[in-house]
């Protein structure tokens, strides 16, 4: 069940105020590679204002979370492979979100991914009570949009030309899932 903040693999933890999160941040937001195939920022070396400022903002989502891997001999300090949030898109009582994720380089490619949004999606359709869960990526990341929409998100719209990287323009894929096609794929109840 989502309300336990544990999947299958993965533990979700909240964002701390200490030098291994603030650390963690950083790194994230240094890293060119993935910072470039997962947001619209410029991408730029980051500082302890944007850790801070990213920190701020994280905190203040509807649901923010680290995802992270247990560590059986430590497990006070599980090891952090990414996060994932939800930011209100309207007023709270229309209750839409827009999902961010991102798990690091070295992490990617063995699931972490599918299964952290799969338990988001369980918590916020099932604990949240949210209707609507959107998600984006630009044209130029095709494993991303292929991954969401096996997960059950459907194409809602295209941004064109909204993201410069590398010398040319890129578009934004807009995706959505609502409850009902959420319970649908995962949430069927045995009768």
């Not at 291994?20 to 910072?35: E, P, V």
């Not at 903002?57 to 492979?81: D, H, K, M, W, Y």
């Not at 990341?141 to 590398?166: H, M, Q």
């Amino acid at each position: 069940m989502a309300s336990s903040f544990r999947s299958e693999r993965l533990m979700y933890c909240g964002l701390e105020d200490t030098p291994r999160d603030k650390a963690f941040i950083h790194s994230i937001l240094s890293d060119r590679t993935s910072s470039e195939n997962a947001t619209n920022y410029l991408v730029k070396p980051a500082s302890s204002a944007d850790v801070d400022s990213f920190m701020r903002g994280f905190r203040e989502a509807f649901l923010g979370v680290l995802v992270c891997i247990p560590n059986p001999s430590a497990p006070q300090t599980p090891s952090i492979i990414g996060y994932v949030n939800l930011q209100h898109t309207t007023h709270p009582h229309h209750r839409s979100c827009t999902m961010s994720i991102r798990i690091v380089p070295a992490a990617q490619g063995r699931g972490y991914g599918s299964e952290a949004i799969k338990w988001v999606l369980e918590w916020g359709f099932l604990v949240a009570g949210l209707h609507r869960v959107s998600i984006g990526c630009f044209s130029f990341n095709e494993g991303a949009r292929r991954l969401y929409e096996r997960l059950g998100f459907v194409v809602e719209g295209r941004t064109r030309e909204v993201a410069w990287k590398n010398g040319g323009w890129h578009d934004c894929i807009e995706m959505g899932m609502l409850e009902g096609e959420w319970r649908e794929k995962y949430f069927k109840v045995e009768g």
